[in-house]
């Protein structure tokens, strides 16, 4: 069992940058990939970056890319989501979530363990 937490998120002007956490406990999830996700108001969960196991491989939403950078320091068993630039359609409770299989994914259904979210808020 794998137990995430997010942390990072707050309230920021646009053009900002934050640095989101997604440390895991329980086990390492040095085997794991690992997606973020967001959620606005009245809106379904959506994909914003993956990185799969050994971290080489990425993938991020048509709308973040060149803006989001996703890392993991397998040492601290951490997954980092910088986010440069951000803009008030970034505004969402932003979720960590892993995947045992280890390779990317884009589908929420895909991912076992999820965190309890960290509210990201850009205001113009």
């Known amino acids: 069992q794998v137990q995430l937490g997010e942390s990072g998120g707050g309230l920021v002007q646009v053009g900002d940058s934050l640095r989101l956490s997604c440390a895991a406990s329980?086990?390492?999830?040095?085997?794991?990939?690992v997606g973020w996700f967001r959620q606005a108001p009245g809106l379904e969960r959506e994909f914003v970056a993956a990185i799969n196991w050994s971290g080489y491989s990425k993938d991020y939403a048509d709308s973040v890319k060149d803006r989001f950078t996703i890392s993991r320091d397998r040492a601290k068993n951490t997954v980092y989501l910088q986010m440069n630039s951000l803009k008030p359609e970034d505004t969402a409770v932003y979720f960590c979530a892993a995947r045992f299989y280890g390779t990317t994914a884009f589908s929420p259904n895909q991912y076992a363990y999820w965190g309890q979210g960290t509210q990201v808020t850009v205001s113009s």
């Open positions: 329980g086990r390492t999830f040095s085997n794991y990939a």
